[in-house]
């Protein structure tokens, strides 16, 4: 491929369907769901993608069942201490963005764990974001950026669009390519930010079934974009 992109988002939609239509529970889904991720994660460093941003728990989440909130939170914790050693050795450094608040203690030491364990890796970065909201996140900016205002650590002139990612939970790239799995052609509040100028890639394939020749779909998608960010072709 001659155009790699720099950042990916995925919104890993469809778990509970896929399941659903198995005749197995919404957990079965979620479980697969994670095995799909550790293979994205492995196949996107393999081409080369910089960093992966990876929607897996919404503020907005909450609202399902505690018994489901319960299980991606335990999946959460045993999918890092499981998975750490391999994602070290893969050179892969692990971020979170979202809100801490009201994540359980074991979950946000789980998160600690992992991120000072990778924090050195350099080949690729993985933007977990759990927890979180697009609309939180530019609200959480905004208050970090009045606080700062007040105590002058940042010139009113100095705010624009590009300074503004400093405030964001965590200052990467913009996206320059998101996919979504699983039939929904929406953003569900993920990364309203950073994705102002992203090639959109809906999918219909639910995310446990979304494989590497689906992600090289992806991307041969990807190279086919013209990006013009405003300009004019000429
Ligand atoms: C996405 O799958 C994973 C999470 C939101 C945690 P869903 O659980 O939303 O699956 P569907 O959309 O109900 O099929
Ligand atoms: C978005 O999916 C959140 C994640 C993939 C983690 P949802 O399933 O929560 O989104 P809606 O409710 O269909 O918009
Ligand atoms: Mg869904």
Known sequence: MNKIPTHVAVIMDG?????????????????????????????????????????????????????????????????????????????????????KEPLRKDVLDAMQNIMEKTKNNTKCILNVCFNYGGQE?????????????????????????????HYLYQDLPPIDLLIRTGKEHRLSNFMLYQAFYAELYFVDTYFPDFDDACFDEALRYYESCNRRFGNAED
């Open 15 to 99: 778990n509970g369907r896929w399941a659903k239509e198995r005749g197995l529970k919404r957990s079965e889904g979620h479980r697969e769901g994670a095995k799909t991720l550790e293979n994205l994660i492995l196949y996107a460093k393999k081409v080369g993608i910089k960093v992966l941003s990876v929607y897996t728990f919404s503020t907005d989440n909450f609202k399902r069942s505690q018994e489901e909130v319960d299980f991606l939170m335990n999946l959460l914790i045993l999918y890092f201490n499981e998975k750490l050693e391999k994602v070290c050795k893969e050179e892969v450094r692990v971020v979170f963005s979202g809100r």
């Open 137 to 165: 996140e530019i609200v959480d900016a905004s208050l970090k950026i009045h606080e700062d205002l007040v105590e002058h650590k940042l010139k009113k002139e100095d705010l624009n669009r590009e300074t503004f990612y």
